[in-house]
């Protein structure tokens, strides 16, 4: 039997591989710890572990400017994992988040700077997110559709002129955050921050993850699916909802907390409608409902965005579009493509992909757990 | 001093209420909430331009040949784009609509640059016009005519006109509509054009106004959006009452308040309108199968 005779190291070393990392083996779950467990099986941890090494060393393999990108990468990560549990969890809708996170960057900052050490004022300030998402989770209760994108823009738009208005915040000058000292070491370089970064978001993502898998996160599939049946089966609607709002805040304010110090100076121009309406469409680009889907959409997202200009640097394709940008469109080589490029992904991905970039991964994963069928 | 402030109001708002009419007339037909409806009016405005100061058309020409495009980009949104989608839920339209939107801006700012230009319209900003004690400059009185006369021929079309009556049917149940012989997706994309006309014209009226750049109907847009949420969605005539109630109390507040929160007034009261009515000031309640 195949089994029995692995005469060839190189088979054998095959047959290893496949046991230990093979994520694609039908799911044999023998008892509902399995089902809510952090990590399926030793394959995914053992796969989770890898990824992790991988995200460690790679400050080492890239330029201090992509470490700067991949740290504004981790940020969003952090602020749509929370979004993605209201928007793709509990099925509210918010297109004022860029709100919260700016209320996190700036209690940060303020906090850091006077009266307390780094962490503690980041946390701080993730529960003021928080208690301002609860304060607009009350009036969410009643609405729904268009009526609530109206509802949390308003108060998106809102905080960020009250904060552009007041001097104590800097006005529409901005504030530079203070040099970041996290338990005694300074942050100075990228690198740093991107350690600080990828073990916030690590902990954020742990977190998520094990509140989606509770009781909590059953109630607020519940609510996403029908809020009336879930209310008559004793589903208390109006603390699950403000609650959900609350989680997303509170990630939204951290992640704005550490915004502030990757970015080095923050202004109301910042946290503009457009901040949430990039952070909504990475969570449907990403798919709804999944932490690996806030994971790909915020990177894809962040990457077309603050890189989309980049395409003219390449092969076939850069001057193919420099042609047709010189014959057509403009003399001024490929001005606001970048735009251009987000928006034909955000249209392609979610008219071929209803779920998202992680509906494609479960595409593979489908594929492959019944091949050869 | 008072009538000066309403009057600026409905000037603001007969703008608002172009969008938030073009808005709600998909809204009702598709469920999508077309974020996309300012930039489509941009870029229309945009062919307006390109035909006056490149082929030097006259403005008649101009204008009717933007409304023109604008209404080939609406059945473009609803038949390459909105169409495509699988199985749809109301989140993914609405992303796709932003999506659009982003690619629209886009592609205004690679053809024409980020730059302001100055759209020529036969009608001048600083002669002004007596009336009833009132002076307000001819545009913004051609702005409150055309958005009037606009809405006018919006209400004879759903009100007398066979294609009003196929919308309208379309709006209340496409099953039904579609047993009658009513052939809906055509109908729902005629209506995607109708509202981009709308937005053009809105756009046409708004650029001599503020200027002509990629980020023009930013603002009218949201304020637009927010406009037809607080008279109700779902019912035309409370939408535009809803734009001209934004556009006054915006204005008195910016005079008697604040300037500098102008323009967040809007929606603080629309999110105190809507904790009270949840479907806008005249909306009609919606009821949901549980």
Known sequence: MFYAMPNNVLLWNFRFFLKTFNLFALDKRISYFEDISLLKDNSVKRWSFLCLLLFGLVPFVLAEYQVFIANLVLVNVIIVLGLNVLIGNTGQISLGHGGFVAIGAYMTVILDEQWLPFLPSLILAGFVAALFGFILGIPALKLEGPYLAVATLGFGLAITTIIGRMPFFGGHMGIIPPPLKVLGMEMTSNTHFYYLCLSIALLMGVFARLLIRSKIGRAFSAIRDSDIAASSLGVNVVWYKTMSFAFSAFYAGVGGGIWAYVLGFISPGNFTPVLSILLLSMVVVGGSGSITGSILGATVITLLNLQGEKIQELPLIGPFFEWVSAHYMSISGLPNINFVFMGLTVILIILFEPLGLFGIWLRIKIYFKTWPF | ?290
Request: hydrophobic share 55%; glycine share 8%; proline share 3%.
């Open chain 2, 1 to 290: 001093m008072i009538g000066q402030l309403i009057m600026s109001g409905i000037v603001a708002g007969s703008i608002y209420a172009l969008v938030a009419l073009a808005m709600s007339l998909t809204y009702k037909s598709s469920e999508v909430a077309n974020f996309a409806q300012g930039e489509m009016g941009m870029f229309s405005t945009y062919v307006a331009f390109v035909m006056l100061a490149t082929y030097q058309l006259p403005f008649w020409m101009a204008f009717i040949g933007s409304l023109l495009f604008a209404f080939l980009l609406g059945l473009f949104l609803h038949f390459a784009i909105i169409r495509r989608a699988k199985n749809p839920n109301v989140l993914n339209l609405l992303i796709i609509t932003l999506g659009f939107q982003v690619f629209l801006y886009g592609l205004v700012g690679w053809k024409w640059g980020s730059e302001q230009r100055v759209l020529k319209i036969p009608i001048s900003q600083t002669e002004t016009v007596e009336f009833a004690g009132l002076t307000i400059s001819q545009l913004n009185l051609a702005t409150i005519l055309v958005a009037i006369l606009l809405m006018a021929s919006i209400y004879i079309l759903l009100r007398f006109t066979k294609l009003g009556l196929a919308i309208k049917a379309t709006q209340q149940n496409q099953t039904a509509a579609k047993i009658n012989g009513i052939p809906t997706k055509l109908i729902v994309a005629i209506t995607f054009g109708i509202s981009s006309v709308i937005g053009a014209v809105a756009g046409i009226l708004m650029a001599p106004i503020t200027t002509l750049d990629p980020n023009m109907m930013i603002e009218p847009m949201l304020k637009g959006f927010a406009a037809a949420v607080l008279g109700g969605f779902n019912n035309l005539a409370g939408v535009v009452a809803g734009a001209f109630i934004l556009g006054i109390v915006e204005n008195l507040f910016g005079f008697y308040v604040s300037t500098e929160f102008k323009s967040i007034v809007a929606f603080l009261i629309i999110v105190i309108v809507l904790y009270f009515k949840p479907s806008g000031l005249f909306g009609t309640h919606y009821t949901r199968k549980v």
